[in-house]
């Protein structure tokens, strides 16, 4: 699959979801557009779709490590160019969302606000793991709760998109999940998540596009930490397939419990899956943090 193949997957995928049409003032236009368009977009997350919360937790800025093929403002991300998150934005139309914590306690989220925080996981137990100061999601969706007094209405919070990316942070760092011979620490992390789900429904997000993990042993970050005889760390990705195979039955029993939702995958692992097979047509491609130190994914 090319860039653009691989792109357009995600363009038809959002296409599934029923939204009604609005209209921004100055739409910021990617290479993807979508006929359909939405109020506003909400994100969670990861470091994979941060878009600069974690300067205002005083982590480093990793745009002074990144960021070399795009900047926005003050924001600040863990990737060369745009994340999945701006790319979603821009289909839509929608600005860059800023980090919610760059935002003042007044401040509009018409267009929606980014929560996400670089490496944090769904679990709170997984804080303990984690190297950086960040927002697992409960803490992120506390955030959201509170800043829904500065959205216009409910109804354009109905019709948002509700962007949630996370739980690889849970799988690839919790040494109690891993270890846990007792536990199948895939189906719990993906049950973890359907309760932050459903408590997101609550709050009045009713269109849901949520990724699955990547093929976390194909990372050149965990092929360097644990030089594998196979050529990717089989373990991580046994573990990120575990995960994987609950989500789509998650997803469609929380469409069908919770009334007008619309829940959608997006299969990440088989996007990457595609980029490690053949990293030299995708080039370049994204820079990702491992840790204390930075690899570039591909040359
Ligand atoms: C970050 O550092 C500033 C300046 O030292 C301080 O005022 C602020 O409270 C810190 N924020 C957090 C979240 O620790
Ligand atoms: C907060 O944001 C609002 C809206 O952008 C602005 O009018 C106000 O001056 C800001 N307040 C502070 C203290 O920055
Ligand atoms: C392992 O998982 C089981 C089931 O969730 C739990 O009851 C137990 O406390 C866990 N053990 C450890 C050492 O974390």
């Known amino acids: 699959m090319n860039p653009t193949t691989r792109a357009s997957c995600l363009y038809f995928l959002l296409f599934h979801f029923i939204l009604n049409n609005y209209s921004h003032a100055a739409p910021n236009l990617g290479p ?12 969670f997350g990861d470091s994979w779709v941060d878009s600069g919360n974690g300067k ?3 982590n480093s800025d990793p745009s002074s490590a990144y960021g070399v093929d795009f900047k926005e403002g003050q924001q600040s991300r863990a990737s ?15 600005p860059f969302l800023p980090p919610y914590l760059s935002l003042n306690k007044s401040e509009s989220i018409q267009y929606g606000a980014n929560y996400a925080s670089s490496g944090c996981g769904i679990l709170p137990e997984t804080n303990k793991y984690v190297y950086v100061r960040c927002m697992d999601l409960d803490e992120q969706i506390k955030l959201f709760e509170s800043s ?8 354009d919070l109905s019709k948002s998109l509700m962007f949630v990316n996370m739980g690889q942070n849970d ?18 992390v993906a049950e973890s998540l359907s309760k932050r789900l459903q408590r997101l429904y609550d709050l009045g997000g009713r269109k849901f596009l949520v990724s699955n993990s990547l093929p976390l042993g194909c990372r050149p970050c965990s092929i360097k930490q644990q030089n594998p005889k196979t050529p990717c760390v089989e373990g991580l990705n046994k573990l990120a397939s575990q995960y994987n195979s609950n989500l789509p039955q998650i997803l469609k029993d929380l469409e069908s419990t919770l009334s007008g939702s619309k829940f959608v995958l997006l299969d990440v692992y088989k996007v990457f899956e595609d980029v490690f097979a053949a990293p030299g047509s995708y080039e370049p491609l994204s820079s990702r943090s491992i840790g204390e130190s930075y690899v570039p994914m591909h040359k």
């Open 148 to 155: 829904l007094k500065n959205l216009r209405t409910s109804s």
């Open 56 to 58: 205002y937790l005083n």
């Open 32 to 43: 993807f557009k979508s006929d359909i368009s939405i109020p506003a977009l909400f994100v």
């Open 171 to 188: 799988l690839d760092l919790n040494q109690d999940l891993r270890k846990n011979d007792s536990l199948d620490a895939g189906k719990y």
């Open 80 to 94: 060369n160019g745009k994340t999945m998150a701006d790319f979603i934005a821009q289909t839509f139309g929608l």
